[in-house]
């Protein structure tokens, strides 16, 4: 299945075809990607990972756990994030996408320490899939308020 996933990410835009679930394990990815990013993997950002993808998703504790874990694994082998941000890019409205930029946020805050690492990455996953600054410094504040 990753590597089935791994292809379709790699691949040239025109020859994949990418559907829902993809999607979800790509924002996943990212989400447990954002929590790596400072070398440290706390047992409170896996809690955020789980509880975004609960409500997010509408899962169950064990479906969110599940899908966490699957891309736990496709994160340690896939080195480009600016795939995983096309896809997310493709799946996701406009007017939703600074709520995927607050959810990332939500998980790197919630170990109560803000690395460069972790602002470099989303500014970055940010301006890929088109979320400007100010609105990524909302979409932070907000998760903040909510911790």
Known sequence: ?????????????????????????????????????????HPAEVARIDAVLRHRYDLIEADAVSLRTEAEALEAQASDTVRFTRLIKDAVPYEERDAVIEAMWYVALSDDDRSEDENALLRMVANLIGVTDRDSALARQRAANRL
């Not at 996933?5 to 954002?34: E, F, I, Q």
């Open 1 to 41: 299945m990753f590597a089935d996933l791994l292809r379709k990410l790699t691949g040239t835009p025109d020859d994949t075809t990418l559907d829902a679930n993809d999607a979800r394990l790509a924002m996943a990815a990212l989400l447990v990607r954002v929590a790596r990013a400072d070398d440290l993997y």
